[in-house]
């Protein structure tokens, strides 16, 4: 099985991207590629954008990934309220391909934040939207306060209920 996840996020210190690595040891039988969203970045999308240089050979890269995987983990970053803006330009960028973007991939998508709201309204936003964009959503799974429930040293999720989560979550990919 071809594991793919990433963070949406930027961030070089980004808990999503511990987060979606973490999930990532819970599968067995996995040949595993942890993407960073970094490596993929294109200009701000706007339709002029689009007229004037087509559609990028990045975002062809990265829908290209998606299709090339049999099981996909994201995790989620949230700001304010919403999807990061390094997330949300790859993403309209590649739905442009194909709107249909996941393809009909297993996913699970997860999402985690240093406060108590645990990026749940971002994850609500991605799982409710899901079906438009082919995604087969398995599990969704918000891991608040981040820095009380995953030990940086150690770089895993301390807290047993949401390790049980987490592995029922990924077992479905
Ligand atoms: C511009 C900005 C807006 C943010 N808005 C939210 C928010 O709406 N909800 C939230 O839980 N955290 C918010 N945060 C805090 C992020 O959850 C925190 O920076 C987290 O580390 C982001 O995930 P990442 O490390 O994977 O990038 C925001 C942070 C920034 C920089």
């Known amino acids: ?7 949406a996020s930027s961030s070089s ?9 973490y999930a990532t040891s819970l599968v067995s039988d996995a040949s595993v590629e942890i993407l960073d969203i970094n490596d993929y970045e294109m200009p701000l999308f706007s339709e002029d954008k689009e007229a004037e240089i ?14 090339q995987a049999d099981g996909i983990i994201i995790s989620f970053a949230e700001h304010n309220g919403s999807y990061t803006t390094a997330y949300k330009n ?5 739905s442009r391909i194909d709107m249909k973007l996941f393809q009909s991939k ?3 998508f997860l999402a985690s934040s240093p406060g108590p709201g645990g990026a749940s309204s971002v994850l ?9 964009f082919a995604a087969d959503v398995k599990a969704s799974i918000s891991v608040p306060n981040f820095y009380e429930n995953f030990d940086i040293e150690k770089q895993a999720v301390t807290n047993p209920e949401i390790v049980a989560q ?3 979550a990924v077992a479905q990919l």
């Not at 609500?124 to 438009?132: E, G, L, R, V």
Request: aromatic share 12%; hydrophobic share 55%.
């Open 124 to 132: 609500a936003a991605a799982t409710a939207s899901a079906p438009y």
């Open 166 to 168: 987490l592995k029922a």
């Open 90 to 94: 790859l993403f309209d960028w590649t």
């Open 13 to 21: 210190k980004s808990i999503n991207k511990q987060l979606a690595s």
């Open 1 to 7: 099985m071809k594991l793919l996840a990433f963070a």
């Open 106 to 108: 297993p996913v699970v």
């Open 54 to 67: 087509g559609q990028p050979e990045l975002a062809k890269a990265f829908y290209a990934k998606l299709g």
